[in-house]
C-alpha cells in the first residue's frame, strides 16, 4: 500500500485538527477557570499544564502553515519528523519517567507512541507522495 500525496495531506490535516482542538481547548480551559468549571473533565482526564497544551497548539500551526504555504513534501517532512519526536518522547517517557517540564503523565507515553508509530506509517507509505 502506498499512500498518494493527497492521502499524506489528509492525514497531516487530521494531526492538525487535533493538536489543535486538543492544546486549544485545554489551554483554553487552564486559562479561562469559567471554563474549567463548567467541564471539569477536560482538565482532570488530560492533567495538561499551560506549556504542554501550548506545544500541542505551536505544532498544529506549524503543520497547517505546511499544508498551507509550505513545500511539496512538506507534509511527508512533517509526519516523519514528528513521528520521530512523538515515538522517542513516548519510549523514553515510558522508561525514565520523562517530563520536560510538560507535565507529563504515564498515560501519556503509549499515547504519543501510538501516534508517533501512526505518523511514521504515514511517512514510510507515503514517502514517493512529494
Known amino acids: 500500500m502506498v499512500l498518494s500525496r493527497r ?30 468549571r463548567a467541564a471539569p473533565a477536560i482538565l482532570q482526564r488530560t492533567q495538561m499544564i499551560a506549556p504542554h497544551s501550548l506545544l ?44 520536560l517540564g510538560l507535565g507529563l503523565q504515564p498515560f501519556d507515553h503509549p499515547i504519543h507512541i501510538v501516534l508517533g508509530g501512526l505518523a511514521l506509517a504515514s511517512a514510510w507509505l507515503g514517502r514517493g507522495a512529494a
Open 7 to 36: 492521502q499524506l495531506r489528509g492525514i497531516t490535516a487530521l494531526y492538525v485538527c487535533g493538536l489543535l482542538l486538543q492544546g486549544g481547548i485545554t489551554l483554553l480551559a487552564r486559562l479561562v477557570p469559567a471554563v474549567d
Open 56 to 99: 500541542h497548539v505551536a505544532t498544529g500551526l506549524l503543520a497547517l502553515w505546511i499544508l498551507v504555504k509550505g513545500p511539496t513534501d512538506g507534509p511527508w517532512r512533517f509526519m516523519l519528523g514528528f513521528g520521530l519526536i512523538y515515538t522517542t518522547l513516548g519510549v523514553w517517557g515510558a522508561v525514565t519517567d520523562l517530563q
